[in-house]
T-cell receptor
Framework: AQRVTQPEKLLSVFKGAPVELKCNYS??????LFWYVQYSRQRLQLLLR??SRESIKGFTADLNKGETSFHLKKPFAQEEDSAMYYC????????????FGAGTRLFVKA | DTEVTQTPKHLVMGMTNKKSLKCEQH?????MYWYKQKAKKPPELMFV???????INESVPSRFSPECPNSSLLNLHLHALQPEDSALYLC????????????FGEGSRLTVL
């Protein structure tokens, strides 16, 4: 079965420090991976998706099929990055469901 | 208009009540979704509508009844709910089912007494 694992429930870093939010997945086919973010009192929204290979708000994520990972990285964290981050996988071989990981709360300290 | 709008934002109901949650989008998206999110948990898929037809029902109890009157509207009818059904109910849409990103509404926070 498809599964998305985010091992850290909470990640706390200082402003200006690098940040990496981990995401591992199990999937038998060719997955489509996403990072969604939820800022305080805002709706859940897309941050980035692996097929676009963009850098959004300084964040990047590379799909590593060998390690089945899609870690989210930013070289210098900002206080406004504090939010809940969900890694998500879409099953493109059957059902096309989007499955979410448990989420990681990022707290960037001043 | 690039938003998914959900009403009401908050709903309190008794176990014998009948109520409905509403969702609307005017982005021309052909797929609409209901997710349930309990506190400190990720969203869990409940239903998917594609081109106004129910495509997926994730074994949701029949006390939850979805309805898609047209391509812009999605309802979730609630009847005889249990206290454990209290949660944030999120509506989402996408260009088509299986493509593109999900656009989420702000959610309807439901409390069942």
């Amino acid at each position: 079965a498809q599964r998305v694992t985010q091992p850290e429930k909470l990640l706390s870093v200082f402003k200006g420090a690098p940040v990496e939010l981990k995401c591992n997945y199990s999937y038998s086919g060719s997955p489509e991976l996403f990072w969604y973010v939820q800022y305080s009192r805002q709706r859940l929204q897309l941050l980035l998706r692996h097929i676009s290979r963009e850098s959004i708000k300084g964040f990047t994520a590379d799909l590593n099929k060998g390690e089945t990972s899609f870690h989210l990285k930013k070289p210098f964290a900002q206080e406004e990055d504090s939010a809940m981050y969900y890694c998500a996988l879409r099953d493109n071989t059957g059902g096309f469901k989007t499955i979410f990981g448990a989420g990681t709360r990022l707290f960037v300290k001043a | 208009d690039t938003e998914v709008t959900q009403t009401p934002k908050h709903l309190v109901m008794g176990m014998t009540n009948k109520k409905s949650l509403k969702c609307e989008q005017h982005m021309g998206h052909r797929a609409m979704y209901w997710y349930k999110q309990k506190a400190k948990k990720p969203p869990e898929l409940m239903f998917v509508y594609s081109y106004e037809k129910l495509s997926i029902n994730e074994s949701v109890p029949s006390r939850f009844s979805p309805e898609c009157p047209n391509s812009s509207l999605l309802n979730l009818h609630l009847h005889a709910l249990q206290p454990e059904d209290s949660a944030l109910y999120l509506c989402a849409s996408s260009q088509d089912y299986g493509t593109g990103e999900l656009f989420f509404g702000e959610g309807s926070r439901l409390t069942v007494l």
